[in-house]
């Protein structure tokens, strides 16, 4: 980092006494299978697209796919200017210090934190529950809860053996998932589509956009597109930072979104444009969204399918917790090299792999679980419900701040005198992430599925955890 990052962030020189991560260990690709396995794509296709069709715009939902992608891509043009200027770990909340101070860069880091934390525990319920049904099936009935803590040490192992290992795990898992889906979107489009075609007018028409629910088809897009700002957390760990980041950032939001798009287009044309709102309404009431999914994937490949795509579903959820703990200690290990938290998070092991940050985020997601466990609550309905959505209002709290400090800093600094990338895209971004946090908090019920009391305690969690935060700053500064 340059002396000014520092000075701005207010970093202290024996910060960086307690080590760097591992330099020189990620490349593009390895990166990008970090975003995408965060971003759980099978998961994300399972849970988020029934209920964009069923509750939001119909069998235009893959259009509001294409609206998410093109705002995160106007946010990630000044995010990606601005990680040409900081390389660190902390990624947001470095990014955020530099352009609104020091208190706003630590309030934002324990909202980062909160969300990375609530999201992989979100993701244990989900998975619990899953690897649950699958092992009852074989005849090993354990709750689901015993899967998940089985998995948090699976996680913790992996997260301590170096990024590498990691890395290589999660392309396996990623590969596997991409694969199925997108050999079932590319024939479903070479044959020309479903009963009633490809549906183009039906879905891409401004007229279909905008029927129905369009804000929550929107809302459940840009949910499923939560985690490709890792790119940046890996910035310390890659190799040539200022080219791979960038190069990674822009594949990732890429790839996941034309997936997106093209994955729930075939899916609705599958269907049928005119049936397809009530087969998706009938699995929500059922209470089986990813057989939405599957049922056309498995109609068109045979019954194997049926037997391989639950599996990949607990993989890729596997995956997605994996890719949620790197990112979580390194935030942890990030603010313990600063002494914003005790510096002992600030230590790595033999691998250059963040240590105690790794058993302290591990701790965390064992005592995020535990009270669902311990008052026997459903773990999909509450646990998964609950965090996710919690998770990704945090979240684009984070985009909008880091869009409005990365036109603050470039106006201050004046390193990079591009105006469609310093000063243009990021407003452009901050009013479309504005508009989606509108819409997120004005749908939140339905966002976590719960009652409106439950909504309102959990979006009131993001501010009061921001100023923990932005007060733990102040007191480190004293």
């Known amino acids: ?79 990606v200017a601005m990680g040409r200027h900081v390389v660190d770990a902390g990624a947001f909340y470095v990014y955020i210090g530099k352009g609104l101070g020091r208190t706003a860069g630590t309030g934002s880091a324990a909202v980062a934190l909160f969300a990375y934390c609530a999201i992989q525990a979100a993701m244990y319920g989900l998975y619990g529950s899953i690897v649950a049904g699958l092992a009852g099936d074989l005849g090993l009935d354990l709750p689901w809860w015993a899967w998940s803590l089985v998995t948090i040490a699976v ?60 804000g929550v088809a929107l809302m459940f897009a840009v949910a499923s597109l939560f985690g490709f700002e890792a790119t940046a957390i890996y910035g310390e760990e890659a190799r040539d930072a200022k080219r791979t980041v960038p190069r990674a950032t822009y594949l990732a939001v890429a790839v996941v979104s034309i997936f997106f798009v093209l994955t729930s287009w075939m899916l609705i044309s599958a269907y049928g444009a005119s049936k397809v709102v009530a087969e998706a309404g009938k699995a929500l009431e059922a209470g089986d969204s990813a057989g939405f999914v599957f049922a056309p994937v498995v109609a068109l490949f045979g019954g194997w399918a049926g037997e391989v795509l639950p599996i990949l579903l607990a993989t890729s959820l596997f995956a997605g917790v994996l890719a949620f703990h790197n990112s979580a200690n390194r935030y942890l290990f990030s603010l313990g090299r600063e002494g914003v938290l005790p510096r002992r998070l600030g230590s790595l092991n033999r691998r250059h792999s963040p240590v105690v940050a790794g058993w302290a985020q591990t701790t965390i997601a064992v005592v995020l679980i535990l009270p669902f466990a311990i008052g026997g609550l459903d773990p999909v309905l509450t646990l998964f419900s609950w965090f996710s959505g919690v998770a990704v209002l945090a979240m684009m709290l984070m985009y909008l701040l880091t869009s409005v400090s990365v036109v603050a800093f470039f106006r201050r600094e004046r390193v990079d005198t591009r105006t469609w990338n310093t000063l243009v895209a990021p407003i452009l971004g901050a009013l479309g992430i504005a508009a989606a946090i509108w819409l997120i908090l004005a749908n939140f019920p339905t966002l976590i599925g719960g009652s409106l009391a439950t909504a309102v305690w959990l979006a009131c969690a993001v501010p009061v955890v921001m100023l923990l935060g932005a007060l733990a700053s102040r007191k480190v500064t004293q």
């Open 155 to 214: 996680v913790q192992v992996l997260g301590q053996a170096g990024i590498e290992i990691g890395a290589k795990v999660l392309a396996v898992f990623v590969l596997a998932e991409f694969s199925i889906l997108l050999a079932f979107a590319l024939v479903t489009l070479v044959k020309g589509g479903g009963p009633e075609g490809l549906g183009v007018a039906q879905t891409f028409a401004p007229s279909a956009v905008l029927a129905g629910a369009p």
């Open 1 to 79: 980092m340059d002396t000014s990052a520092t000075a701005a962030t207010g970093v202290a020189q024996e910060s960086h006494a307690a080590g760097r991560l591992k330099p020189n260990a990620l490349g593009v690709l390895g990166i990008v299978f970090f975003v995408l396995s965060a971003q759980a794509p099978l998961t994300g296709i399972a849970g988020a697209a029934p209920i964009a069709v069923a509750l939001g715009n119909g069998a235009a939902a893959p259009a509001a796919y294409l609206v998410a992608g093109l705002i995160i891509l106007l946010f990630s043009v000044g995010f």
